[in-house]
């Protein structure tokens, strides 16, 4: 089962930065923070993932809390392309996804 | 690098039919997952092959799916007989092998969205 909490839908104006939130209170201490997106009709996309320290990629930046049981997705600059479902996954390296419903993305021009 | 292909993109049946749907990963990906994805939500897994081994298929309904790997490569899933819940897009995705694929992404294909009548 999913272990993560995610807002149902979320709206963005092109051009700023898309903050997308995760609560995983339950998190344990070998389970690692992963991003991925779905673009309409298309397969999950993977984004970025985490342990503990922020991560930034060509994509987007994670920030994981200190306490590690929050993290928050920042895409910098969204822009059209970047409407999708967002899902935010806590998994043990080598265990399943467990994908939930994630976040609707709209990023309005 | 060539992504994962999955064919068909699309398939209509009625239930009792059976169906069909086929993956070729990415070149060199040991793993090779079957995801199920029913409209509004996530995708969930399916079964999980390491080569042409079963490492996971706790969620694979038996009595009707099954799926195979013979050669390492490509896989097939089908269901026989097809129900009305069975409408859903199927996901194929691959990853590096253990243990350098546990730690990174899985890489999707477009999918096959079943219609069963």
């Known amino acids: 089962d999913a272990k993560t909490t995610q807002p149902p839908s979320m709206d963005c104006a092109e051009g700023r930065a898309a903050n997308l939130p995760c609560n995983h209170s339950?998190?344990?201490?070998?389970?690692?923070v992963y991003w991925y997106r779905q673009i309409h009709s298309q397969g999950p996309q993977y984004i970025i993932h985490?342990?503990?320290n922020n991560e930034t990629n060509e994509m987007a930046s994670l920030i994981i809390t200190e306490d590690r049981k929050s993290s928050t997705l920042i895409l910098p600059h969204a822009t059209l392309r970047d409407t999708a479902v967002y899902y935010c996954?806590?998994?043990?390296?080598?265990?399943?996804?467990?994908f939930g419903t994630g976040t609707s993305l709209t990023v309005i021009p | 690098e060539a992504g994962v292909a999955q064919s068909p993109r699309y398939k209509i049946i009625e239930k009792r039919q059976s169906v069909a749907f086929w993956c070729n990963p990415i070149?060199?990906?040991?793993?090779l997952y079957w995801y199920q994805q029913i409209l509004g939500q996530g995708p969930k897994l399916l079964i999980q092959?390491?080569?042409?081994?079963?490492?996971?298929d706790s969620q694979l309904p038996k009595d009707r799916f099954s799926a195979e790997r013979l050669k390492g490569v490509d896989s097939t899933l089908k269901i026989q007989p097809a129900k009305l819940e069975d409408s859903a897009v199927y996901l194929c995705?691959?990853?590096?092998?253990?243990?350098?694929?546990?730690?990174?992404?899985?890489?999707f294909g477009p999918g096959t969205r079943l219609t069963v009548t």
């Open positions: 995705a691959s990853s590096l092998g253990l243990p350098q694929g546990a730690w990174g992404e899985q890489y």
């Open positions: 339950t998190i344990s201490g070998n389970e690692y």
């Open positions: 985490g342990l503990k």
């Open positions: 996954i806590v998994r043990v390296p080598g265990n399943q996804f467990y």
């Open positions: 070149s060199g990906h040991a793993t």
């Open positions: 092959f390491q080569n042409n081994g079963v490492v996971d």
